[in-house]
């Protein structure tokens, strides 16, 4: 499966130009083009470069990554409340630690954050994310996740990164995750020799020297897709409370089969798989047995029609012509037929009921016989009727009449 790494552009903060001057940068944002990686395989750069949304890559998964700067991180006891209020309580727990207003910021949790532990919560501008998504989703980009490219973790690491503002430091360990300014020499003071080597260390091929020389030993160089390479197999996903991904119509079919070609569903691929596989081999089976067993029945029957008749030389519907034959040969020996009206009255004779009379009046027709029921209580035309089912005939009753005749076999 295709993944799609975007690196989303940092949010514009407000500076002080001067009395008159405007507070923030002049730039406009029509236009506005993302970085991004394409990965065939989740593990090896297949493709990257910048684009508008527009002609960003197609891909099967769409994963976004939010500049390190517009993320910090808080941690808390993650309190036991419904999901419904989790939102509220965690602004209401963070009011006094952030400096913005908690309606505008953006809230995740940890994976498998569990009530009553501490916690790492991610903290954004949310309006800044959600203008970003809407502006893909425009576009018909679709972003699954949202992913930090850096998060607190047991184990510290640093990555040396180039800026118009100098060597800036991507630097997350146990205590939280951070960007620091390497100008001065305030922050080596914050790294004594036994954290050097005992952190893990990379940088942009950019900023590999620069790094080296602040840090005083070898650093390997780490590009950002191969960063963002890494964060993709994390359980992270900063898409939760109001920028949860809400899927309808087609775009929930799209994340139900996406989903199912992930590599967790293999199994389940291969045995739905096998299981079509052994359905049609057992349907062409049967099939073909049917088609075995049919062809010895025509052959059966052929065969008694050319033993029984002999004068038939072209068999083309071997039942019929054999019902053909014998009705030739019983009419020849002057023997009544079933459709014939001795048949027909013997049968009737046979299920007559025994208080009734002779008949008042009949008609007859090829295979019918029509009686009267004039002066027939129903318990007697129930009788009869059942008397003559048991031998394989059928009467219906209309208009004060009593037709009866062959009953039909399936």
């Known amino acids: 499966m295709s993944t799609l790494l975007l690196f989303l552009p940092q949010r514009s903060r407000l500076r002080a130009q001067g009395r008159g001057a405007p507070l923030a940068e002049a730039r406009s944002d029509a236009g506005r083009e993302y970085d991004y990686v394409l990965s065939a395989d989740g593990r090896h750069v297949q493709s990257q470069g910048r684009a508008p949304a527009a002609l960003l890559p197609r891909a099967d998964t769409v994963l976004a990554l939010p500049a390190e700067a517009d993320l910090s991180w808080q941690s808390l006891t993650l309190p036991r409340v419904p999901r419904g ?11 006094e630690q952030l400096l913005d207003d908690t309606e505008q910021l953006h809230f995740a949790l940890q994976p498998e954050a569990q009530p009553g532990e501490r916690c790492w919560v991610a903290v ?6 959600q203008e970003l998504l809407t502006e893909l989703e425009q576009a018909q980009v679709f972003v699954d996740r949202l992913l930090p490219l850096s998060w ?10 180039d800026s118009p503002q100098g060597l800036l430091l991507r630097w997350r360990h146990a205590e939280g995750a951070s960007t620091l300014c390497l100008a001065g020499s305030l922050a080596r003071d914050l790294f004594p020799p036994a954290l050097v080597q005992a952190a893990r260390w990379s940088a942009t091929p950019a900023a590999a020297a620069a790094a080296e020389r602040w840090l005083g ?26 920028l949860a991904p809400r899927a309808r119509g087609t775009r929930a079919l799209r994340e139900a089969w996406r989903q199912f070609m992930t590599p967790r ?19 062409n089976l049967w099939a073909w047995q049917q088609s075995r067993q049919l062809e010895e029945r025509r052959t059966a029957l052929d065969t008694t029609l050319r033993s029984a008749h002999p004068q038939v030389r072209a068999i083309l519907d071997a039942p019929v012509q054999m019902r053909r034959e014998t009705e030739l040969l019983r009419a ?11 048949t027909l009255l013997a049968a009737a004779a046979t299920a007559w009921p025994p208080e009734r009379g002779p008949v008042e009046a009949l008609s007859f027709e090829t295979g ?42 399936l």
Request: net charge neutral; no cysteine.
């Open 85 to 95: 209020k989790l939102r509220a309580a965690l602004a209401g727990l963070l009011e």
């Open 124 to 129: 954004a501008h949310r309006a800044w994310l």
């Open 152 to 161: 607190p973790g047991e184990s510290a690491q640093g990555h040396f990164v």
């Open 217 to 242: 030993s070898a650093v390997p160089p780490q590009t950002e897709a191969e960063r963002a390479l890494q964060a993709l197999h994390s359980a992270w996903d900063l898409r939760q409370f109001e």
């Open 265 to 283: 569903w293999q199994p389940v691929r291969w045995g739905l798989a096998g299981l079509v596989a052994v359905q049609l081999l057992g349907l």
């Open 332 to 342: 020849a020996a002057g023997r009544p037929g079933e459709q014939d009206l001795e």
């Open 368 to 409: 019918r016989l029509q009686l009267s029921a004039s002066g027939w209580s129903e318990a007697q035309i129930q009788q009869f009727r059942r008397q003559l089912e048991s031998e394989g005939w059928q009467l219906e009753l209309a208009d004060g009449r009593m037709s009866l005749s062959r009953a039909r076999t």
